[in-house]
């Protein structure tokens, strides 16, 4: 038996006269395709759950909005869904007209259902890395280095990640004054062998 609550119908009662009978209808497709999804109130709208969330249904003063969760993963051959399928919207409804046909809905619900039951959820996809800004030995840190002759062989020797990271700092000072401080700063610990982070090491 249907899991109904109070607030739902509550909240159908306030709605236009058009979405009534719209909301109405959606709210029996969802209890029919499976009686043990519980009805909510989430962000000022009917919320359907299984397990984690399924589908919603709002009402707006001209157009009501049905959505489903995860739609990445509910194919749409027959293109109802609005904004592609990772949108997963039926909205602009002003009518039962403008409803898919019951089938349709109903395919939707339980395929979203089965994925919830069977904790199936949309993969990840993998953060591209960013690529890195190449950058150049600064002419000013250079001519610093060539007048202290164990700061050049030390930074020199230092792994591409070490002199990254020295470069890295002048590139981000933000005035002349804190970029000067930075080089003759770098100049006194590279000539110690230090690395930038060398405090953290």
Known sequence: MAILDPRVDAYIAKVPAYAKPVLEHFRDLVHQADPDIKETIKWGHVHFDLKSPICYMAAFKAHCRMGFWHSGMLPDPEGWFK????????????????MPPDEIILWYLKNAIDNNKQGIKPSKAKAQPKAK???????????????HAAARDNYENFSPSKRREYLEWFADAKTDATRLKRLNTAIEWIAEGKSRNWKYQ
């Open 83 to 98: 904004g592609g399928e990772e949108e997963g919207r039926l909205y602009k409804i002003t009518g039962l007209a403008d």
């Open 133 to 147: 800004v190449e950058l150049s030995m600064p002419d000013d840190f250079d001519e610093l280095l060539n007048g």
